[in-house]
């Protein structure tokens, strides 16, 4: 069955570094990926979009890379801020719905 | 633009009985999601909705059933609450039909708790 994986864990920063978080999948040929944010009490909010045959996506401080050979997307911040702090989900992207990872914590510390 | 609106925001329901949850969207998107996040297990597809006058099951359908009353809006209903639906759930809308956006728009969310 398709499988998505994050870091379960929280990822703890210092300010002004880069943040990497990294999606992996396995049992899957997404057409895209996507990256979302999600606050607490609040719905996900749209970060970026990678198509299959790309292999690298920029956004301001933002940057997300997909191996489809790997089955790995990285999505990057840099010069991290505390206003960064939030869980970052990522989405498989196939006909016509998403799937989500379970998101990964990210916690930046001034 | 209100973009995608839920309600209510809470419910509290006891086992057995019913309700719906409502949503809208005023950006003339296509598609139409509902997704329950529970800690531990992330968003979750329960229906969806490619067009108006269409649904399809997601991930995890049972014991509840959706209407797509119009472009606008897709309601969500619960027929006999358990407490296995206790959870947070979101409606979300995308603009799909000719592939050109894939992104998806997310309401608040409506928390409910099922006892």
Known sequence: ?110 | NAGVTQTPKFQVLKTGQSMTLQCAQDMNHNSMYWYRQDPGMGLRLIYYSASEGTTDKGEVPNGYNVSRLNKREFSLRLESAAPSQTSVYFCASSESEDRSSYEQYFGPGTRLTVT
């Not at chain 1, 198509?51 to 940057?63: G, M, S, Y």
């Open chain 1, 1 to 110: 069955s398709q499988k998505i994986e994050q870091n379960s864990e929280a990822l703890n920063i210092q300010e002004g570094k880069t943040a990497t978080l990294t999606c992996n999948y396995t049992n899957y040929s997404p057409a895209y990926l996507q990256w979302y944010r999600q606050d607490p009490g609040r719905g996900p909010v749209f970060l970026l979009l990678i198509r299959e045959n790309e292999k690298e996506k920029r956004k301001e401080r933002l940057k997300v890379t997909f191996d489809t050979t790997l089955k790995q997307s990285l999505f990057h911040i840099t010069a991290s801020q505390p206003a960064d702090s939030a869980t970052y989900l990522c989405a498989l992207g196939g006909y016509q719905k998403v799937t989500f990872g379970i998101g990964t914590k990210l916690q930046v510390i001034p």
